[in-house]
């Protein structure tokens, strides 16, 4: 049963990545950002983002369980890759609403030259210091995805094949992420952008189906050897 409402939260999951790349946007200029403290809609975003994380990390435990008898490794080192995204990602999610809203709101309040030239240097910093989480969790969110579609891949479904090559997909683009960081390639850009709202909720999608799949063929033949005994 829990499993089952697991494989619910992970079929959630394909809204909110929709959500989280078509929906939620914010503003270029400095100023606009500022008055986003009081935002309700873009704090909403925040947490939206933050039960995503949570919804991922427990659906992916429960697909790992269910093939950790191919491979005791691979099934530790993709928990390990998906607890590793979803603790950055929380964190990076609860710093904008718990340190830098603060640093906005009190910028705007600030009654000195003096205090807003440092609050404006703080607010300037936390991009730079959020690029390094995300990074982060871009690394661990590719590693989960190479260990757990290698796992996939052990089983000769043709579902199985199917998500376990979407996981290794899904794991280079990852690495492609981190990559144009630095080089910084307009048409990579524009890749990852139709890629985050295509591939990404299909892949969850898949992965939800399949987990529901595979808990009610386990409930139903729990209940074949029960009713035989």
Known sequence: MIKKLVAIGLFFTVGTTLSIHLLFDVPDSFDERLLLYKDS???????????????????????????????EVSYTLGVIGYTGFSFFEIYRQLSVIFYLNPLREHYIYAETLEEKFFLERQIDLFPQASSGVFATFILFFALGNVFTGLLFLKEKAKLNTIIGIGLLIWAFTGMLVLLNQHWNIEIINSFLDVFNYTFQPAARLLLGIWLWERVTKNESFSTQVYSFK
Do not use: P, R
């Open 41 to 71: 809609w873009y704090i909403f975003s925040k947490w939206v983002t933050v039960v995503h994380c949570i919804l991922v990390l427990m659906g992916m435990v429960a697909i790992c369980s269910e093939l950790k008898k191919y491979h």
